[in-house]
């Protein structure tokens, strides 16, 4: 069913008559569908086990090295740089590693600019508003980076992350090793975005012709224009977001408001108003159920090393479903980003299980009311005046 339509067999006044409840009926049936399609509908399989693979490995691998070397103070940057594996799942390998390399650049630029931040800033921690304002800028510049490169998944959430935690970090390490491992690990993914040429089967051609060819990136007229309105909508939503849950944690006592500022671009993606809807609830929902999950792993107490078989193994849920149905990926996301946390920072797990929460739900909602925003302010001025 299109969005828009009112007549036809699909409509809301065709369904009025013919379903045997009426209206409240029709209602029900849909409020139904809407939950089928928001928690439990899969979509098809894209062999995204072989992704999902890669994208685990370019995390285990650094991650594990460090627990090895007792340098789990560098595992925050190995994390992030680990992100540049998640570009170009689905590509031949010729498109893969100009996007991985695009993506891997952009993602060392940004864990730079974050690490100075926290360096430069007076004191131990950095301001939260000095993050919200960094943070924002972030937002907006990675958007219109990334759709410039036409990089997959579209928009800078991996973006706004990545600077938001590492910026908020106290006790930086070293420039020079937190920067060496960052671009090891994307050194490392782009290694083994390649390494499925191996097998014949799975080769594709490779050659600096074809190379370049994917290197050059062209956009028309109207494309810059939808992507500069894309970079406003993630500008308002994160500045939005971050002030709220800062205002909000000043007055209630909590923190990390730079996750508000992560869920409310989430709603942002998508093809249709309702889809972008149903990311933020799924984001919302999947936060829950995700949270529990972590209380349970918390609660054993896990080694070291056994997070980091944790974080391995939740990322590759989250691969594999990230794309199929978002509200069970986050069931593995929200686990995965604050293990990742408490790997490095320590803190209480019950004040990270209260903030996320709090922050997911303030993001949430005001990701939504952006994407809400253009329609029903259009409403409002097709409104006729009345005398």
Do not use: K
Not at 251 to 267: D, E, I, K, S
């Amino acid at each position: 069913m299109s969005e828009g339509r009112s007549t036809g067999p699909s409509s809301p006044a065709h369904d009025a008559v013919t379903h045997p409840g009426g209206p409240l009926a029709v209602a029900g049936s849909r409020l139904r569908e809407f939950v089928h399609q928001l928690l439990f509908s899969i979509g098809p399989a894209r062999q995204d086990h072989q992704a999902a693979l890669r994208v685990a490995a370019g995390l285990f691998i650094p991650l594990i090295a460090l627990v090895v070397l007792g340098r789990l103070d560098l595992a925050i940057f190995a994390s992030f740089g680990a992100f540049a594996g998640i570009y170009g799942r689905n590509e031949p390998h010729r498109a893969r590693i100009v996007a991985q390399v695009r993506a891997g650049l952009l993602m060392l630029a940004v864990i730079l600019a974050a690490t100075l931040t926290a360096r430069l800033s007076p004191g131990d921690l950095v301001s939260p508003w000095t993050i919200v304002a960094g943070t924002t800028i972030v937002a907006s510049a990675c958007t219109v980076v990334v759709g410039y490169w036409r990089l997959r998944p579209a928009g800078s959430l991996f973006h706004i992350f990545a600077y938001a935690a590492i910026a908020s970090v106290p006790h930086q390490p070293p420039l020079g090793p937190a920067m060496l491992t960052a671009a090891g690990t994307v050194v490392l993914c782009l290694l083994i975005g390649l390494s499925s040429r191996v097998h014949p089967a799975h080769r594709t051609p490779l050659t600096w012709g074809a190379v370049r060819a994917a290197w050059r990136v062209r956009l028309g007229a109207e494309e810059r224009r939808a992507l500069w309105l894309e970079s406003l909508g993630y500008l308002v939503a994160a500045a939005v977001a971050g002030v709220v849950a800062t205002i909000v944690g000043q007055l209630l006592g909590f923190g990390h408001n730079y996750w508000a500022m992560v869920a409310a671009v989430v709603p942002l993606v998508g093809h249709t108003t309702r889809h972008r809807v149903a990311r933020g609830l799924q984001r919302v929902l999947g936060t829950v159920v995700g949270l529990t999950v972590l209380a349970a792993i918390v609660a054993l107490r896990p080694e070291a090393w056994a997070m980091v078989l944790l974080i391995a193994a939740c990322q590759f849920g989250a691969e594999m479903l990230i794309a199929r149905q978002y509200f069970l990926a986050q069931v593995c996301v929200t686990p995965l980003a604050l293990m990742s946390t408490l790997l490095v920072v320590r803190v209480d797990p019950l004040d990270l299980l209260h903030d996320r929460f709090i922050d997911t739900v303030i993001g949430a909602a005001v990701g939504v009311a952006v994407v809400l925003a253009p329609s029903a302010w259009r409403r409002l001025r097709s409104r006729p005046v009345t005398p």
